[in-house]
């Protein structure tokens, strides 16, 4: 069983332009999380899925940003009209409802 | 929400050296986990511990949960423990993270 999945490893893209992540969890894994790690700082919280749908958008800084997962599987995590502060590793996580998050490699982002 | 306080935030250690790492949180949590960021950048579950002790290889982590905070051992540390080790605690279904602890092995 393969871990969790995320596309492309690194992105740089020009300030304005939109870009889209893709995370794939570990089949059978009901929940999803998407997070970000700017550079030198911990883990922020930006949406949770459970299923389809998105119980916790709280962490999304703006309206600029926005998540949507398909089948109960695949989640793309889509940032319009980048700024430079959005650089970050933008990290995926999978679990079993509750249980153990096991993370992906995570896509570096650099906005230039 | 839950506040995560990880302790101390670097740590510089000799080879062969044993250490320490601290959670603190702030509310009753239904589960926490202990991951090792490696330098590319890569979470590593190292442990899923609501409470009790658990011991894999030379690490080990202690929660007590009714007191609010688990414990990390590293013993007998190799340079490829350095890294960041980050305190996870599981409230409903979010991870609230730590700042993390650096940890820096010299041979």
């Known amino acids: 069983g393969a871990g969790v999945s995320q596309s492309p490893s690194n992105k740089v893209t020009e300030k304005g332009k939109d870009v889209e992540l893709r995370c794939d969890p570990i089949s059978g894994h009901t929940a999803l999380y998407w997070y970000r790690q700017s550079l030198g700082q911990g883990l922020e919280f930006l949406i949770y899925?459970?299923?389809?749908?998105?119980?916790?958008k709280s962490g999304l800084p703006s309206d600029r940003f926005s998540a949507e997962r398909t089948g109960g599987s695949v989640s793309t995590l889509t940032i319009q009209r980048t700024q430079q502060e959005d650089s970050a590793v933008y990290l995926c996580a999978s679990s079993l409802s509750r249980g153990l998050s096991n993370f992906g490699p995570g896509t570096r982002l650099t906005v230039t | 929400g839950i506040q995560v306080e990880q302790s101390p935030p670097d740590l510089i250690l000799q080879e062969g050296a044993n250490s320490t790492l601290r959670c603190n949180f702030s509310?009753?949590?239904?589960?926490l986990q202990w991951f090792h960021q490696n330098p590319w950048g890569q979470l590593i579950n190292l442990f899923y511990i609501p409470s009790g002790t658990k011991q894999n290889g030379r690490l080990s982590a202690t929660t007590v949960a009714t007191e609010r905070y688990s414990l990390l051992y590293i013993s007998s540390s190799q340079t490829t423990d350095s890294g960041v080790y980050f305190c996870a605690v599981v409230n409903d279904y979010k991870l609230s993270f730590g700042a993390g602890t650096t940890v820096t092995v010299r041979a």
């Open positions: 509310d009753s949590v239904n589960n």
């Open positions: 899925f459970q299923g389809n749908s998105a119980p916790d």
